[in-house]
């Protein structure tokens, strides 16, 4: 079936750094692809999508890169600040609906 | 603007019991979804409503779960009986449009359901 997976369950970065996380997707026919944020104790929030006719999108300190050859999806948050410690899923939609999501990437800023 | 209001936040129960989570939209939406989300997982889609019907129910477990939104604004997801792994996040979502193109969700706070 369709699944949307991330290669490191944690990724632990300094203050300041830049970040990277990154997710595989398996239904090359995806057309929409998002990333969220889920802090503890709340529902996921939207950060950035991008569709599949592009293969980058900037957002205020996040970039999101596609690689449809190899089915590779990456969320770059600049400037790492310790409100972005979080789990981070990275979903694909076919169609227009059901949205799948990955099993999520722990980001830890380190201060 | 409110968010997703979503009701009880948590929820203990012992196995074989039932339990009804409730869902208030952001006003004007017309696609509300519910998500389980287990712990260490990703959300999943149980069920999708526009307006007041089904879109999708494919991963909802209908032996034991149902889920209304009968004015086409709220929602309930029942769970009857319950088992020890339904102990999830249950997730609320609704966006504006309907179901195509990159139809943003907003997303609850979640109800955490712990069966024992």
């Known amino acids: 079936g369709e699944s949307v997976g991330l290669h490191l369950p944690t990724l632990s970065v300094q203050e300041g750094d830049n970040s990277i996380i990154n997710c595989a997707y398996s239904n090359s026919a995806s057309d929409y692809f998002i990333w969220y944020k889920q802090e503890s104790g709340k529902g996921p929030q939207f950060i950035i999508d991008i569709r599949s006719n592009m293969d980058k999108r900037q957002g205020q300190r996040v970039t999101v890169l596609l690689n449809k050859t190899v089915k590779h999806l990456s969320l770059q948050i600049a400037a790492t600040q310790p409100g972005d410690s979080a789990v981070y899923f990275c979903?694909?939609?076919?169609?227009?609906?059901?949205?799948?999501f990955g099993a999520g990437t722990r980001l830890f800023v380190k201060a | 603007e409110a968010g997703v209001a979503q009701s009880p936040r948590y929820k203990i129960i012992e196995k074989r019991q039932s339990v009804a989570f409730w869902c208030n939209p952001i006003s004007g939406h017309a696609t509300l979804y519910w998500y389980q989300q287990i712990l260490g997982q990703g959300p999943k889609l149980l069920i999708q409503f526009q307006n007041n019907g089904v879109v999708d129910d494919s991963q909802l477990p209908k032996d034991r779960f149902s889920a209304e939104r009968l004015k086409g604004v709220d929602s309930t997801l029942k769970i009857q009986p319950a088992k020890l792994e339904d102990s999830a996040v249950y997730l609320c979502?609704?966006?504006?449009?309907?179901?195509?193109?990159?139809?943003?969700?907003?997303f609850g706070p979640g109800t955490r359901l712990t069966v024992l």
């Open positions: 979502a609704s966006s504006p449009a309907g179901t195509s193109g990159n139809n943003e969700q907003f």
């Open positions: 979903a694909q939609r076919t169609g227009g609906f059901k949205t799948i």
